[in-house]
């Protein structure tokens, strides 16, 4: 894979000007689980998801392109919430989903299928008792007004503003 | 011989009907989980509704900058 590939976000917010429906969130036993959408299906043109009555994160997942650095899970160089899925979350299926994003799926491109497998019961919006934790690290997210001190020896560590 | 668990697919005859459950199973399902946590941190201040945020936390893309109040992305 080249390394400039724009990768997506397997579950990014409907109101990205990008957004594309990736899966319905149905219920296995209780529990949130996606369908994926198959190849070729697509919301009609009118479709409008505020009209749900419910946050669409919780219903539906979207996907959009990844914004890299200017997203707030980012870590490290990589996507801190898909490693943060596969350390919290166990399997929900035994083989990955066929889904429509596989080839530039952000998850899957940092972890393999180990993100496919728990990638089903993900919901873009999730009650707080279901959520994941994604660890701070000690580079990202970077806030785009600060960058660190290009001063070879800055003292404490300070930033500057641009 | 035991089959292997798969995720479920959609196709665009059932999609709306799909997003239908879907919309409705969620008010249900987040009712629920809401029930459980009044019942487990009676007391607990709901962050959500004071932020404005929409019930929930996010487990997908938002701005490294958020603005509080605000779902736009």
């Known amino acids: ?162 | 011989m035991t089959s292997k668990k798969k995720a479920a697919r959609i196709g665009s005859d059932q999609l709306m009907a799909g997003i239908a459950a879907a919309s409705a199973t969620a008010k249900t399902r987040i009712q629920k989980l809401d029930q459980q946590d009044i019942d487990g941190v009676a007391g607990g201040i709901d962050w959500d509704k004071i932020l404005g945020t929409g019930g929930g936390t996010t487990m997908g893309m938002f701005p490294s900058e958020p603005i509080i109040g605000s779902n736009d992305f």
Request: glycine letters at 8%; charged letters at 20%.
């Open chain 1, 1 to 162: 894979m080249p390394m400039d590939q724009q990768l997506d976000c397997p579950s990014a917010p409907h109101q990205h000007p990008e957004a594309r429906l990736l899966g319905v969130v149905l219920e296995e036993e209780g529990e949130a689980r996606v369908a994926y959408l198959d190849k070729g299906t697509a919301l009609p043109d009118d479709f409008d998801a505020d009209a749900l009555g419910i946050d669409p994160g919780h219903a539906l997942r979207f996907s959009a392109p990844c914004a890299n650095h200017g997203c707030g899970q980012w870590r490290d160089g990589g996507c801190g919430l898909g490693k943060a899925i596969i350390a919290q979350l166990a399997p929900v299926v035994d083989v990955a989903p066929s889904c429509t994003l596989r080839k530039t799926c952000r998850w899957y491109t940092e972890n393999g299928t180990a993100s496919c497998v728990r990638c089903p019961q993900v919901t873009t919006r999730a009650h707080p008792s279901k959520a994941v934790h994604v660890p701070r690290s000690a580079y990202g997210p970077h806030p785009t007004h600060l960058t660190p001190s290009p001063t070879p020896r800055p003292e404490r560590g300070e930033t500057v503003l641009r």
